[in-house]
């Protein structure tokens, strides 16, 4: 009988699965049917998509030319020659407004022509055509020069079209050309040259056409977008000549006269709304899909319409088809598998029923022959089934065959298992599932765990619980044993502990003990320090005899060495302590090592040392960390460098690698000193330890230095070390991590890539330094016919270069000790040790920006081109209430030996020039400051043009002295009668260049008047910056003190600078509390005026935050807003107390001036 059933349930489930393949099968048909439609038209709609959007970039791009040759027109119609020309045209060739003669003007658009030709590489004409269509003036791009036609070589345009369609255009009206051939004397010009012209009309005041403004530019680029592997794209004209096509015949067939023409080849098809969809090749009945777009050029004019055709490739089509075709198949082939699973999974679900039946008798077995007790009950607590070892702890189980309740178990809790029944029903969380029993079975104290699991039926309804137990007897005895132990070892631990807490007290005490006794003794050292520093800078000021200030400069210098020591011991102090707190800031890795090198560079010169900075391997120019601590480090290396070097060189590498997504900044600075034995080699790192006694005894020094090194690497996640010989030299270098998400990378360029340099230096260390850097920039190292020369000032080949045409392309190295002894005419000087962006700034004027991208303030490196005129014996007058300005003018004057006098007031300067007249003697000019008390520099240039000065000096130069770079100051400027001016803090090479100006001087009537220039001064960006209302300090830039900037702006006048700091750290104070107060009392021309003088002298010594906080500050005055004065005060005084710590750290080297009465 199961036999006969088996047979008709084998032919049920043929007969199943034969018609389930049948429906399956007409399914899968069907389906293709319908796809193969819809992908053809998807495919359709996305080809004509593609190229509709590839058209509409095209056009885009002909009509952003269009729209940037039009604005080369405007702009170069609203430059001053357009309306002389005109005016002069009607004048018999000469401007009456300006005297001016046609030629002139006509020189003038030429430059400017030439000047915007070669600054747009696409620009290849500019033309202005007279109304009779003659060219007037026209300057060409040929041969890859930018060049004037001659006027023998001018043309005659008049039969052109847009010559004649340009003429009937009104004004701000223009022509726009379709692309054609460019013509040159009716011929076509080859190679072919594709060109766009853009013409406008010129009027003149009067309204009258005075001529044409014709620009041709190079459409190359255009045509080439034209090349595209996603279609066929065809450029016609309004009649459906070719103008570009996918080969050549299909090139220019107007402007060659060829008959081809876009209908001879193709038929358009159009939708029902008018729009191009397709074309019919001729003798083809095959529809491809197209489309096509007009191109706007802005020109209603008829006649130059152009229109893109674009065409898709028959393959491109088919492709994507394929490709559409691959991924729908795909998935059709996957539902038609997901069907085959589910009809198998049919058939596996009735064959593993049976094998259910069969595992659940063996499961059964297994657990009835556990060792554990395992009883299962229902819902209702009635025993269901249970184990053989459940006999073992609950014998009453076997009393009867009826079923049992919970009741009869009196053994087990009842609540624990009916509060589990009721916590698995609410599908709650089960509390005391698991809890532990002790039993007495057979005069036998047993121990067992019990737990209570659920059994829920296939609805997620519980049917019963199940209870495991677990025999812990032999655990609970060895738990009890190991109890037992460990409370033993516990009252040992504590024991230990106890004295182990009392000696680290004791350890803590003594160490914080140490550090507070330091600190204190340090700080309070340091406060009669200052007192002897300060006096000793007063007795400076006082007549001193040879011998006193002899014993003046030693008392100074051990005052400094102290107070170099007691810092030294409260960064010790900090550290140890664990207060010492690094910043994060950006930091510019190249400066702050070169910045460090070069402050300490007079200390090697003095000792005849070779001094190398090499920071070409750098490639980044912004990090996040602490510059200020960078810089200790580095100091306090290349300083040991020197000290223990007596000949030879010092040498500090730099550079950065990437590694695990961090980047290491690494630091070498390697010496050819004493160096250290290798027995002492351990101790060198530690606090107060040098290798021995005989080095402090010939070199001085405590031995804090290398232990603040390391603890300052470690603390910026670092490490330092070294190598060293005795009798040799020694390596330090030190390493540190950041992080390369907030990392800034130095832009990478072939600068030097095709210059061939000599090098004639000595040192071996020098050369390869500059042999380094010219390589990795792209130069060539030759032995001769080098295009550059690079001579050291005391190598033998300088002396056969000096007169030679050879020197003009010479750099020359020197030192600050021979600079005077250099020879004029070279190209360029640079001061040792060089720095790479000045090295770099003699190929490229903006290398040191690029070098130095996220510092704020750019340095004019030390290079000196002799171009400036020789100012020898001339006389320059300098008007400034201020005492800084006045000798910071001074110093830079005298450096091109001009002879300078000065005058506080502008008073004074009148009465000076008439006395100057009186005695018949000459002032080439007048350097004038804007803002003084009495009579101010504008009022005093008035007085002087008015003749109050002296009738000879009526038309003398009156060169402006402003700290005011803001928006309104150069017209205020000319209003008063001033030629020119320049800003402070004062640049030496722009003063020489607008002196320079003046040297040949003529009456203002007979010289026309120049414009301020806006490149005078970089600081006129940030006073425009500056007047942000809303910013106070949130947007500061630059340096609290830019030292090495400075000086080199005084042109390494070093005693000059230190004496302009000094002026300013005497007075500033006494100013500062004139401004709080004018600042309470909103006395807003007060503080107007104390702030542009405070401005000015902050300028000056190269305070660059208060600087800008301070032209805030005037603005605020200058507008009568003195709703932040409070604020900006606040902020002035917090950094005019870090400028003067930098002012004692950094100029004054901590013992040239006391600390305030208000300084702790």
Known sequence: MIGILSVKKNKQTRWFAGAFSVCLLLMIVLALIFFERKLQGEVQFEVENQL??????????????????????????????????????????????????????????????????????????????????????????????????????????????????????SEEMHFASRISLNFENNKVQR???????????????????????????????????????????????????????????????????????????????????????????????????????????????????????????????????????????MLLAVVTLVLLLFMGGIVVFYRNRERYQEDKAVYESIIDGADEPIISFDTQLNVQTYNSASLLIFPSLAASERQHNITDLIELPMDRLQGAVCYFKSEGAPKDTDWYERYTVQDEVRHVNFKVSPVRGPDNQLVGVTLFGRDTTKEKLSEQQVKSANESLERQVKERTGELEAEKAKAVKASAVKSAFISTISHEMRTPLNGILGTLNLIRREPLTKNQLSYLEMTETSSSTLASLINDIL??????????????????????????????????????????????DIDFIELVGDAGRIKQVIFNLVSNAIKFTSKGCVCVRAETTEDAGKIY????????????????????????????????AEFGGTGLGLSICKNLCELMGGQIGFESQKNIGSKFSFTLPFALDTAKAKPHNNLLDGYRFELHVADGRERSFLSHVITKYGGTLVERNGEYLVVDHNHPHIENLTDTKAYSRTIVLYSEFTQQNIALGCL??????????????????????????????????????????????????????????????????????????????????????????????PVFAVLMDCNMPTMDGYQATRLIREGKGGESFRHIPVIAMTANAMSGERERCLAAGMDDYVTKPIQPKLLFDVLSKFMSYQKPDERQMQSLPNSHTSEETEGQSASNQGELVSDLVG??????????????????????????????????????????????????????ALRGQSGDIGAQRLTQLLARLEEKADQQDGTDYGALVECISVQFEALEQALRNEVFETSAVPKRSNES
């Open 571 to 616: 960064d010790l102090s900090k550290i140890e302590a664990g207060k010492l707190e690094l910043e994060q800031e950006p930091l510019n890795p190249i400066s702050v090592v070169e910045h460090v090198v070069t402050s300490i560079s007079l200390k090697a010169y003095e000792k005849q040392l070779t001094l190398v900075v090499d920071v070409a």
């Open 665 to 696: 900044l690494t630091v070498a600075v390697e010496d050819t000193g004493v160096g250290i034995d290798k027995n002492n080699h351990h101790k060198i790192f530690s606090a107060f330890t040098q290798e021995d006694s005989g080095i402090s």
């Open 52 to 169: 509709r959007q590839s058209a509409a970039h095209i056009a885009e791009q002909f009509e952003r030319r269009y729209r940037a040759d039009l604005s080369y027109l405007h702009f170069l119609k609203d430059t001053p020659p357009f309306p002389g020309i005109a005016r002069a045209l009607k004048n018999n060739g000469v401007d009456p407004q300006d005297n001016q003669p046609i030629e002139l003007w006509k020189s003038r658009i030429a430059t400017i022509f030439r000047s915007l030709i070669f600054n747009n590489a696409e620009l290849l004409q500019l033309r202005i055509i007279m109304p009779d269509g003659r060219e007037f003036v026209r300057v060409d791009r040929r041969r890859g020069k930018v060049e004037q036609i001659p006027e023998a070589k001018l043309q005659d345009k008049s039969h052109k079209d847009y010559v004649q369609e340009t003429l009937d255009l």
């Open 191 to 329: 190679p072919f040259t594709p060109v766009l012209r853009i013409a406008m009309p010129l009027f003149d005041s009067d309204n009258d056409l005075f001529g044409l403004l014709v620009l041709n530019s190079s459409a190359k680029q255009l045509i080439e977008l034209l090349d595209s592997d996603t279609g066929e794209y065809y450029l016609t004209d309004h009649q459906g000549h070719y103008i570009y096509g996918p080969d050549t015949v299909f090139h220019y067939t107007r402007d060659l006269a060829r008959p081809r023409m876009f209908d001879d080849d193709f038929k358009l098809h159009s939708t029902a709304k008018g729009r191009v969809d397709g074309v019919y090749k001729h003798g083809t009945d095959t529809l491809q899909v197209a489309i096509q777009q007009e191109l706007n050029s802005g020109y209603q004019g008829p006649g130059h319409e152009m229109f893109i055709t674009a065409i898709a490739l028959p393959q491109q089509s088919s492709a994507l088809l394929n490709e559409r075709r691959l991924s729908s198949y």
């Open 1039 to 1092: 340096q609290v003190l830019d030292v090495s900037g400075t000086i080199e702006r005084l042109q390494g006048d070093i005693e000059l600078y230190q004496q302009i700091c000094r002026l300013f750290y005497d007075a500033a104070s006494e100013k500062l509390l004139a401004l709080k107060e004018h600042c309470d009392e909103l006395a807003h021309a007060q503080v107007k005026q104390v702030s542009h």
């Open 828 to 921: 360029a000087k640079l001061v040792k040790p060089i720095r790479l962006g000045h090295f770099l700034s003699v190929f490229d004027q903006n290398a040191i920006e690029k070098m130095l991208k996220n510092q704020h303030q750019v340095h004019v490196p030390n290079i000196q081109h002799h171009a400036h005129n020789d100012f020898s014996g001339v006389t320059v007058m300098i008007v400034d209430d201020n005492q800084i300005n006045r000798e910071v003018a001074r110093g830079i004057l005298h450096g091109i030996d001009a002879d300078v006098v000065t005058y506080q007031s502008g008073h004074e300067a009148l009465s000076a020039l008439l006395n100057f007249e009186k005695n018949n003697l």
